[in-house]
């Protein structure tokens, strides 16, 4: 699966218009992630545990949105974005979409 944040593939060209495809999923913070974090706003630095969240996250976000861009027969992802909303205090979803199609 070819996934890219432009409107096209370069060197392809897009026979195929399957329309908008999403994934997504929500995640609570830890407890003990949210002490360690309190401790780094005192003191400052990278909040490791929140970035691997976050990026394990984005990963099964955008594992969603291939899996259904492939039911549809896609075999590439254009305009692909990425967008975050809180869900309840603590909790928050990673949103990713994009436009399924198939080039050639």
């Known amino acids: 699966m070819i996934i890219t944040n432009i409107d096209s593939?370069?060197?392809k060209k897009i026979v195929e218009?399957?329309?908008?495809?999403m994934?997504?999923?929500?995640?609570?913070k830890h407890i003990g992630k949210d002490f360690i974090a309190s401790l780094?706003?005192?003191?400052g630095g990278e909040i490791k545990g929140y970035t691997e969240l976050l990026n394990e996250a984005r990963k099964q976000a955008v594992e969603?949105?291939?899996?259904?861009a492939k039911q549809l027969?896609?075999?590439?992802?254009?305009?692909?974005?990425?967008a975050t909303s809180s869900i309840t205090q603590g909790a928050a979803e990673l949103y990713a979409?994009?436009?399924a199609v198939k080039v050639e």
């Open 17 to 21: 218009h399957y329309g908008i495809v």
């Open 23 to 28: 994934g997504s999923t929500v995640r609570a």
């Open 9 to 11: 593939v370069p060197g």
């Open 97 to 99: 979409y994009g436009t």
């Open 64 to 68: 969603r949105m291939v899996m259904q």
């Open 40 to 43: 780094k706003n005192i003191v």
């Open 73 to 82: 027969g896609a075999n590439a992802i254009i305009n692909v974005r990425f």
